[in-house]
C-alpha cells in the first residue's frame, strides 16, 4: 500500500517537514505526496533527491503528485557530531519588508524545531531578545527547541534596554561574557 500525504494548501515549510516526518519513521517504503505549488513541488523533490530517495513527479489538474521511494540500506551511518551555536539579532529574518520579515523568522523557527540537526545554544541579542517575550510568534517553536534539549538565552541588557525582562517567557537570562564563551568554545556559529 502506498501512503498519501496530502499537503494541498500548506505554506513553506510544511510540505516537506511532514514529508520528511514520515520517511524518519520508516525504514522502507513509498508515498505520494500532494502539493498545490510548483515551490512545494521543487522543494519536496530536492528533499527526495538530498535523501537519495526515487522519485517522480506528475502534474493533473494543478496538482502535484511527488511518488517518493525509500528503499531499506543497511549502511553504517557515520555521525561527525559538531557543536553550533545560532546568534538571533533581530526580530525579522533579512532586510526589507518587516512583515515578509517576521514571517521568515517564524517560518526558520518552526523548521530549526524540526530539524534533525539541533544547535547546542540559541542566544538572543538586540532586537533578537523579543522573540523569548510575551507577543512573540515564535514561543511554540522555541518550547519545541527547549525540550530537545537545546539552551535558549536572552542577553540581560538587551533585555533592559528594551524594558521587557518582565515579559521573558523562555531561557535564562544570560549576560556577555557567557555569551562569549559559548560562540568561542562552539565548532560553528550561525548569526541571523
Known sequence: ?????DCKGLKCPQPVINTKKYF????EGQAVIIVDNEVAKNNISKFAESNGYKFEVKEEEGLYNIAIEKEHCDCEVMSFEKKFVIVVSTDKLGEGDDTLGYNLMKSYMYALSES?????????????VKLT??????????NALKDKGVNIMSCGTCLDFYNIKDKLLIGDISNMYTIVELMNKADNTIKL
Open 116 to 128: 534533525d540537526d539541533m544547535p547546542s545554544d540559541i542566544i538572543f541579542l538586540n532586537g533578537g
Open 1 to 5: 500500500m502506498i501512503y498519501t500525504i
Open 133 to 142: 517575550t510575551e507577543g512573540s510568534a515564535v514561543i511554540e517553536s522555541l
Open 24 to 27: 524518519d519513521s520508516i525504514d
